[in-house]
C-alpha cells in the first residue's frame, strides 16, 4: 500500500508543484471569497424570486454546494437545481444527487480536516481516517435523516443509505483527501495553502463522485432527487 501511494504521490508531482505557489497566495483566495459570496448572492436571489417551490432541503443543500464551490456549484444549480429547468435527464438527476451527497460528506471533510489536521496535528494517516469517518457521517446522516422524518423504518432507512450512498461518498473522499493531503498535508490552520487546498480538493471529490452518481441512477439504485420542475407544479396547485 505504501509503494502504490508513494508511485501517486509522485505522479502527481508536476500538478503539486504547479499548483501550491497558486494557492498558497491570499489574493487568490480572497478573489475566491469575493466570488463565493457573489455566487450565493445570485443563488439565494434566484431562490427567493423564482424558486420558493424548491423544498427547505434542497435550499440547504444549494447554499452548501455552492459554498463549497463558488460559481462552478451555481452552474450545477442552474443546470440542474431550478424549477425553470426544460427537462429532466439522468445526468440532471445524477447533478442532483451528487449535490445532495456532496454537501453533507463537504462539511464532514471540512469539520475532519480542521480538526484532526488543524487543531490536533494528526500523523497523514490519522488525518486522513479521521476525515473519512467525519464526511461518511455527515453525509449518511443526510440520507437517512430526511428517509425517517418521511416515515421509513430507522433500520431500513439505514440499510438503503449503506447500499445507495457508500460508493458515491468513498469515492469522493478517496479523491477529495487524497487531493488536499497531497497538496498541504504539511500546511499549518494558519497558513492559505491549508484553506485552498480544502477548497480545491472539495470540488474534485465533487467531479470525481459525478459519473458514480449518474450510474446508481440509471441502473435504479439512485432516484437522484425529485425533478424542481414537477415541484414548481405542485406548488402551482
Known amino acids: 500500500m505504501q509503494g502504490l501511494v508513494g508511485r501517486l504521490?509522485?505522479?502527481?508531482?508536476?500538478?503539486?508543484d504547479l499548483l501550491q505557489?497558486?494557492?498558497?497566495?491570499?489574493?487568490?483566495?480572497?478573489?475566491?471569497?469575493?466570488?463565493?459570496?457573489?455566487?450565493l448572492a445570485v443563488l439565494w436571489w434566484d431562490i427567493r424570486a423564482r424558486n420558493q417551490a424548491l423544498p427547505s432541503l434542497m435550499?440547504?443543500?444549494?447554499?452548501?454546494?455552492?459554498?463549497?464551490?463558488g460559481p462552478f456549484g451555481l452552474g450545477i444549480y442552474w443546470v440542474a437545481g431550478r424549477t425553470?429547468?426544460?427537462?429532466?435527464?439522468?445526468?440532471?438527476?445524477?447533478?442532483?444527487?451528487?449535490?445532495?451527497?456532496?454537501?453533507?460528506?463537504?462539511?464532514?471533510?471540512?469539520?475532519?480536516?480542521?480538526?484532526?489536521?488543524?487543531i490536533l496535528g494528526l500523523a497523514v494517516g490519522w488525518v486522513a481516517a479521521a476525515t473519512f469517518g467525519f464526511a461518511y457521517l455527515f453525509g449518511f446522516?443526510?440520507?437517512v435523516g430526511p428517509l425517517v422524518q418521511e416515515g421509513v423504518g430507522l433500520r431500513e432507512a439505514v440499510v438503503d443509505a449503506l447500499y445507495s450512498e457508500t460508493?458515491?461518498?468513498?469515492?469522493?473522499?478517496?479523491?477529495?483527501?487524497?487531493?488536499?493531503?497531497?497538496?498541504?498535508?504539511?500546511?499549518?490552520?494558519?497558513d492559505v495553502l491549508f484553506w485552498s487546498g480544502l477548497i480545491f480538493s472539495l470540488s474534485l471529490g465533487f467531479l470525481?463522485?459525478?459519473?458514480?452518481?449518474?450510474?446508481?441512477?440509471?441502473?435504479?439504485?439512485?432516484?437522484?432527487?425529485?425533478?424542481p420542475a414537477e415541484m414548481e407544479g405542485q406548488a402551482a396547485d
Request: hydrophobic content about 50%; proline content about 4%; glycine content about 8%.
Open 141 to 143: 446522516s443526510l440520507t
Open 84 to 118: 425553470q429547468i426544460d427537462h429532466d435527464s439522468v445526468w440532471r438527476r445524477g447533478l442532483r444527487s451528487t449535490a445532495h451527497c456532496y454537501s453533507g460528506c463537504g462539511a464532514g471533510e471540512v469539520v475532519g480536516i480542521v480538526l484532526a489536521q488543524g
Open 167 to 190: 460508493p458515491s461518498i468513498t469515492v469522493m473522499e478517496i479523491v477529495a483527501i487524497g487531493t488536499d493531503l497531497l497538496l498541504a498535508a504539511e500546511a499549518a490552520i494558519t
Open 208 to 227: 470525481a463522485a459525478y459519473p458514480v452518481n449518474v450510474a446508481l441512477v440509471h441502473v435504479g439504485v439512485k432516484e437522484g432527487m425529485d425533478n
Open 9 to 16: 504521490e509522485q505522479l502527481a508531482a508536476p500538478a503539486r
Open 59 to 69: 435550499k440547504g443543500v444549494w447554499t452548501l454546494v455552492v459554498l463549497y464551490s
Open 21 to 39: 505557489p497558486v494557492l498558497s497566495d491570499p489574493r487568490v483566495i480572497a478573489a475566491w471569497a469575493v466570488v463565493v459570496v457573489a455566487a
